[in-house]
């Protein structure tokens, strides 16, 4: 049965930014359909809140994020804000570069991203109202050390929503990005580099929900960590590569 609440669907709903997504969303009262891959903890903590509802599905699978679609508004009503959130991390530079990692993580963190996105913006457009959130990353402002899989990924993403966004303009169907720096997830915690102005998940999450009410296009936080990066944007090649040699961990020395 369709609800007036906002019903959000959130993938990557299972662990870190998107669970805590879900709990927040529905602590203020809106509907949330989680995907994920892994059912048990999809489930877990449907059982957890009677807001949440679980729709398990891999984000590479096409077909799969078409089904959960149909599936959740179906059952729920309609898509008001879809947060496309799912995503992998790879560390990955030139000593151990590999093709299979840099193809898996695109798929995942960008074709997972355009096939969720694929499935729903026809119905978007066709009702005239919608809200698309996309999670990129500071990662994506700009080619970093370590970052040589991971990186290329968001920045293809945020290029996605930048386009999107001029696409859709007066749709009625509106796009964010969402460019986070180093947040304390399952994601980040076996890193051994420092990881500069590091927030928790509950306080990232709370900058997410605020940035969607207030329907900013980008999200972006810590305010001064994206700042900086998107400074470092704009130097001149040889400032950038001195800033990132002085001040950035490099590669790992060969074995
Ligand atoms: N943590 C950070 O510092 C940070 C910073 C900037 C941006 N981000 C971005 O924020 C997003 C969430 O990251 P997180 O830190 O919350 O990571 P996380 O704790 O590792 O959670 C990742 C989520 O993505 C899901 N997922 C992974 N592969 C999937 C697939 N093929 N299909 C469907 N779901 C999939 C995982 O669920 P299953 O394993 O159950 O499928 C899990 O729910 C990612 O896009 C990440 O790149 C994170």
Redesign the pocket.
Known sequence: MASQRQLVWI??????????LALRMANRNMRCAV????RD??EALARSNALIAAFP?????RDAMSSAVDQIESSLGAIDVAVL?????TEMGAHDYDAVACEQTM???YI?VVNSIDALLPRMIQRGRGHIVI?????GYCGLPRLVA?GP??AALINHAEALMAELDGSGVIVSV???????????RDNDFP?PF?IS?EE?AGKIVRGIERRHFEIAFPWLFALMLKALRRATYPLYFWIVRTFIKTEPEPK
């Open positions: 993938t990557g709903g299972s662990a870190g930014i998107g669970r805590e995907t994920a891959r892994s903890k999809l599905g891999d984000v590479t699978d959130n799912a995503g992998i991390w798929r995942v963190n997972g999670v990129a990353s500071v990662a991971y990924t968001k969402v460019n986070p720096g180093f947040i304390d997830t399952a994601m980040t990881m590091i998940v990232a």
